[in-house]
């Protein structure tokens, strides 16, 4: 089930879709034959396209998703103590070749370094850092404990786990190794309510500290140029993390998991 996740999940992203829309319709056209559905295709594939790799409605929806928690500050913790600091895995790699900052996803980094910062405001909690990698020989738990330590975390206060291969997954794990203590739950801005969400299923109650924001206020600020409304690589992969949690809440929802 796993595998079948990971192996179909990519095709239902934006570009995927538009792309096999344009194939679609470039076929139908080439063919000669039900000229109208190619007309179609083509120009539905064009316009999911132009609609996802603009400011517009990408900037507007990951936001949503983005601001359902504040960032965490000690205030957050409404008088709990909290004992634990939960950092979610966010990708790395496994060339020997890099440095841990290039074999660590920049998301898995701005995780690791706010987790640290938490920790640090809570002298008494301890780093659990989580994460097993599918595609990779050391698990990632491994390479954020080692650049904790090189930052100059205590390595008494670090906890790893290593086997688990997706936020459901490292939902089941906290459970069972924090269990009822409070803790606070460090992840990526744009997957913090799905991880909040599938940690509730477990009958766990975590504190947000949502990171790695890829929308900005100053953002939609901005005064409106031509060079805006241009198509842009970066609002496309936004639209594909939109897409992607959307779809792993879904995902986790039919299967009874949040």
Request: charge should be positive.
């Given at each position: 089930?796993?595998l079948?996740?990971?192996l179909?999940?990519?095709?239902?992203?934006p570009?995927?879709?538009?792309?096999l829309?344009?194939?679609?319709?470039?076929?139908?056209?080439?063919s000669g034959?039900r000229?109208?559905a190619g007309?179609?295709a083509?120009t539905?594939?064009?316009?999911?396209?132009?609609l996802?790799s603009?400011?517009?409605?990408?900037?507007?929806?990951?936001?949503r998703?983005?601001q359902?928690y504040?960032?965490?500050?000690?205030?957050?913790?409404?008088?709990r103590?909290?004992?634990w600091?939960?950092v979610l895995?966010?990708?790395?790699?496994?060339?020997?070749?890099l440095?841990?900052?290039?074999?660590?996803s920049?998301?898995s980094?701005?995780?690791?370094v706010e987790g640290?910062?938490i920790?640090r405001?809570?002298p008494?909690?301890?780093?659990f850092?989580?994460g097993?990698?599918?595609?990779?020989?050391?698990?990632?738990?491994?390479l954020?404990?080692e650049?904790?330590?090189?930052?100059?975390?205590p390595?008494e206060r670090i906890v790893i786990?290593g086997?688990t291969?997706?936020t459901?997954?490292?939902a089941?794990a906290?459970?069972?190794?924090?269990g009822?203590d409070?803790?606070?739950l460090?992840t990526?801005a744009?997957?913090?309510?799905r991880s909040?969400?599938?940690?509730?299923?477990?009958?766990l109650?975590?504190?947000p500290?949502p990171?790695?924001?890829?929308?900005?206020?100053?953002?939609?600020r901005?005064?409106l140029?031509?060079r805006k409304?241009?198509?842009?690589?970066?609002?496309?992969?936004a639209?594909t993390?939109?897409v992607?949690?959307?779809?792993?809440?879904l995902?986790?929802?039919?299967r009874?998991?949040?």
């Amino acid at each position: 089930m796993f595998l079948f996740k990971k192996l179909v999940s990519p095709l239902l992203f934006p570009l995927p879709v538009s792309v096999l829309l344009l194939l679609a319709g470039v076929l139908l056209l080439w063919s000669g034959r039900r000229k109208r559905a190619g007309v179609l295709a083509v120009t539905l594939g064009t316009g999911l396209l132009l609609l996802f790799s603009s400011p517009f409605f990408p900037g507007w929806a990951l936001r949503r998703l983005e601001q359902q928690y504040p960032y965490y500050t000690p205030a957050a913790a409404a008088g709990r103590e909290v004992k634990w600091v939960v950092v979610l895995s966010g990708g790395s790699n496994d060339d020997p070749s890099l440095p841990l900052t290039g074999r660590l996803s920049p998301e898995s980094i701005a995780r690791l370094v706010e987790g640290i910062r938490i920790a640090r405001q809570h002298p008494g909690a301890r780093l659990f850092l989580t994460g097993g990698v599918p595609e990779s020989i050391r698990p990632e738990s491994h390479l954020l404990r080692e650049l904790s330590i090189d930052l100059g975390f205590p390595r008494e206060r670090i906890v790893i786990e290593g086997k688990t291969r997706d936020t459901e997954e490292q939902a089941v794990a906290i459970r069972q190794v924090v269990g009822r203590d409070a803790f606070v739950l460090v992840t990526s801005a744009s997957h913090m309510a799905r991880s909040v969400a599938l940690c509730r299923r477990q009958g766990l109650e975590p504190i947000p500290a949502p990171t790695a924001h890829r929308i900005r206020r100053a953002m939609r600020r901005e005064p409106l140029t031509l060079r805006k409304l241009y198509p842009s690589v970066y609002y496309l992969d936004a639209a594909t993390t939109l897409v992607y949690e959307r779809l792993g809440l879904l995902w986790a929802r039919l299967r009874g998991n949040a």
